[in-house]
């Protein structure tokens, strides 16, 4: 195993991550999956944030379009979907030795803290997985945009948006053969390009606050590892 590369590194996880391929809910195997690739890289020394969509529950986009429910509520139903992943994500860390903290946007006082930065500094510098659930607290914006948002305000190094292709294509690999890997991206490169790997706003502020980002298959073992050990995988996306 190598050596650790960053100090502050925040980990964004699809909801898909938390289910069987093409099932919807949360998946025991799958949770235990993922909690123990976050514990593997915590212990070779950076402190880790974590940022959970919830495509697994609700995508508030999609829910309001197929119902007669407002965007702003649908929304709102998905952040609060992503503080179940999250709570999820925290008993399983926990029953590995990894101490967690969830911290969400939307105040849950039963389950959870609320986001405040002062605060999850404190949680990573103590060596707790801080769990950033409730996306932005705000409608219309996605998870992809609370991950560097979030990456900005804790002074992240590395933010890794783990899915479950090998990084970012010429094409859908799934619908062309002959798509190729792109390995190294510029945030020009995807803003001009319109490639749809973040929204346009998650790429800007990590542009901004010159934060790399690395887009990687979280299914194909050691992925994460090797990213933050500082060793090509996936598409690295930075200046």
Known sequence: MG?????????????????????SGIDGAA?????????????????????????????????????HIPRNTADYMGMLAT??????????????GQPTRVLSAIEVAAICEPFLRRRALRHLER????????????????????????????????LIK???????YTDDPEKNADAQLLTQLSYNDVLS??????????????????IPIVVLNIFKEGNITRAICGEQVGTRISA
């Open 3 to 23: 050596e650790c590369k960053h100090k502050r590194v925040l980990l964004k996880l699809s909801g898909e991550s938390f289910c069987r391929p093409g099932e």
């Open 31 to 67: 949770l235990e999956s993922i909690a123990s690739r976050i514990a593997d890289i915590c212990k070779l020394g950076p402190e880790v944030a974590v940022v959970v969509g919830a495509g697994n529950i609700l995508r508030g986009e999609a829910f309001s379009e197929a119902s």
């Open 83 to 96: 503080i179940i992943n999250a709570c999820a994500l925290q008993e399983t860390l926990e029953k590995l």
């Open 127 to 158: 060596g707790r997985v801080a769990i950033l659930a409730g996306g932005t607290g705000n409608p219309f914006f996605t998870t992809d945009t609370c991950a560097a948002l979030r990456a900005s305000e804790l002074d992240a190094d590395l």
């Open 162 to 168: 783990a899915t479950k292709v090998d990084g970012v």
């Open 193 to 210: 390009r319109g490639l749809r790997i973040m929204d346009h706003a998650a790429i800007s502020l990590c542009q901004n606050n010159h």
